[in-house]
């Protein structure tokens, strides 16, 4: 094992919410570069750092704790390991946690951005649905295999890491304009 990975695990295992909200922020934080720059082909001169330190604020002090607390809960509750147990734990995580996840995400997002809470809820209104759909899309399969085949201390982070993509299509998602542009009048 390589020093890197030895201090990881041992980190990992002595502060593991505070590993796994780092690692959260890290790569959510990276799911915004790879928006600004791959998807939505920005110059670097038009790169928002803002945007993403806001994301890796999220992805540190919300989604990491969210997400290790949750995981936590889940493994106390319905237990560990594949078949039944797993399929319990999918349908918990996306028919509960996921929906209420989505919305308190989308809901900081905007107070971060400096919206009121009436300008942030209107970007749920506008948004959630098409975030939970793409959220029931992929995240399932995920889901059956980390709760089935990853140890629950490493499962923030197999998250985290196909979250690279998932974050990718939220900042580019969350940062789509809510109306369509007013078409251009013929003079």
Not at 4 to 31: D, T
Not at 145 to 168: D, E, I, R
């Given at each position: 094992?390589?020093?890197?990975?030895?201090?990881?695990?041992?980190?990992?295992?002595?502060?593991?919410?505070?590993?796994?909200?780092?690692?959260?922020?890290?790569?959510?934080?990276?799911?915004?570069v790879i928006s600004q720059f791959v998807v939505e082909q920005k110059k670097f001169e038009q790169y928002q750092w803002q945007r993403t330190l806001r994301f890796f604020g999220?992805?540190?002090f919300f989604?990491?704790?969210?997400?290790?607390?949750?995981?936590?809960?889940l493994h106390?509750?319905?237990?560990s390991g594949k078949g039944i147990v797993a399929v319990k734990k999918v349908a918990v995580d996306q028919l509960i946690f996921a929906p209420a996840f989505i919305v308190a995400f989308l809901?900081?997002?905007g107070m971060l951005e400096g919206n009121s809470f009436e300008v942030s809820q209107d970007m749920v209104r506008k948004k959630y649905k098409d975030i939970l759909l793409a959220n029931w899309s992929v995240w399932p399969a995920v889901q059956i295999?980390?709760?089935?085949?990853?140890?629950?201390?490493?499962?923030?982070?197999?998250?985290?890491?196909?979250?690279?993509?998932?974050?990718?299509y939220l900042a580019w998602k969350t940062n789509q304009p809510t109306t369509p542009p007013e078409p251009i009048a013929d003079s």
């Open positions: 094992m390589s020093v890197i990975s030895r201090l990881y695990v041992n980190a990992l295992r002595r502060y593991p919410l505070a590993v796994q909200s780092f690692q959260a922020g890290i790569l959510m934080g990276a799911g915004d999220l992805g540190t989604v990491g704790p969210t997400l290790g607390t949750w995981y936590g809960v106390r509750h319905i237990g809901t900081l997002l295999f980390n709760f089935s085949f990853t140890p629950l201390q490493h499962q923030v982070l197999v998250v985290q890491v196909f979250a690279l993509l998932w974050n990718t």
